[in-house]
């Protein structure tokens, strides 16, 4: 009878084993924005690619517009454990590492391509990595593009948008680039921005074209300046934990998908700026204003003097590295 129960001990252990062992391992991603996005996009690809890979070990569930988590609040879920990997804005990340605000300084990079030699270079690897003490580990970067104004009036100068309420993302440094020209910032959670226009609870909010057009924000905005003032990127991220708790080869794999779906999603990125631009124009909601050099240039003198305020928390050396970026 021992033996009989020894044995049964055995095949039960066994059992719940194989069962561990067959389980997929389930992969939530949690991001804001529409599945139209280049970030959308990134994480469908990034499912198709795993799951291809890794028939019967994992399983990645996306879940799209906040229907988890906002930017917010995904990043104390990502350390809880309540979600593996989420894509937030590089704002988010500013109380993990301030040096990240880089990212934020209106009018540094001089466009997309300056912003990806950067994060391809050591500094900007060297940030991907700078938050493991946190329990964060950064995957990628994720482009989405230059940022452009929406307004409910038109808007040329810095001194069109005085007194004016704009929506902007938890950021120090974007608190004070509207500041700087005398707007009121309120920082909102992406969900809420369409409601807080179509109501005018605001007037208005900074966005790449894709999310302005995905979102719906032209049909309730009147104007849309073509500022190209700050950047919009995405740092994707996972949990230390839940990261270094992977088997050896699925961790490789997942790391090679993810490398690959992000490229995609960067392509889409690139692409979807311009052709978003012109359904924009073409939609016949909104008027798309282009500004002159000498009226550029008026926002440059007005916001440039934040780099200053925030230089001892980023660092000169990476200021100069991010400037050096503009040159080809």
Do not use: C
Request: hydrophobic share 40%.
């Amino acid at each position: 009878m021992k033996r009989l129960k020894t044995t049964l001990l055995m095949l039960a252990s066994l059992f719940v084993t194989a069962t561990a062992w067959s389980a997929p391992i389930e992969i939530k991603f949690s991001h804001v924005v529409a599945e139209n996005t280049p970030k959308g996009q990134m994480a469908l690809k990034f499912k198709e690619l795993a799951e291809a890979r890794l028939p019967g070990q994992v399983e990645v569930k996306v879940y799209p517009n906040s229907q988890l988590y906002t930017d917010a609040a995904v990043l104390q879920a990502l350390q809880l454990g309540d979600v593996e990997i989420a894509a937030p804005a590089l704002s988010k990340f500013q109380k993990y590492n301030a040096q990240l605000q880089v990212f934020d300084l209106p009018f540094l990079f001089n466009d997309m391509a300056a912003v990806d030699r950067f994060q391809k270079g050591p500094q900007g690897q060297k940030l991907l990595n700078s938050m493991t003490s946190k329990m964060l580990v950064g995957l990628g970067y994720l482009h989405n593009g230059m940022k452009q104004l929406s307004s409910n009036d038109p808007i040329r100068v810095p001194s069109d948008i005085a007194g004016k309420k704009f929506r902007i993302m938890t950021s120090d440094v974007l608190q004070a680039q509207y500041e700087a020209v005398h707007a009121i910032p309120l920082k909102k959670p992406f969900a809420e921005v369409f409601t807080l226009l179509q109501t005018r609870a605001i007037d208005g909010q900074e966005s790449p074209w894709s999310n302005t057009y995905a979102s719906k924000f032209f049909e309730v905005q009147s104007y849309v300046t073509e500022t190209n003032h700050g950047l919009l990127d995405y740092l994707v991220v996972t949990s230390a934990e839940f990261w270094y708790g992977l088997p050896d080869g699925v961790r490789a794999t997942l790391k090679q998908s993810m490398d690959e779906a992000i490229a995609y999603g960067n392509e889409i990125a690139a692409r979807q700026d311009l052709e978003d631009r012109q359904h924009i124009i073409d939609s016949g909601k909104t008027k798309v204003i282009t500004i002159t050099d000498a009226e550029r240039q008026q926002w440059v003198d007005a916001m440039k003097p934040v780099w200053k305020m925030f230089e001892d928390e980023i660092g000169s050396d990476l200021l100069d590295a991010a400037l050096q970026s503009n040159q080809q």
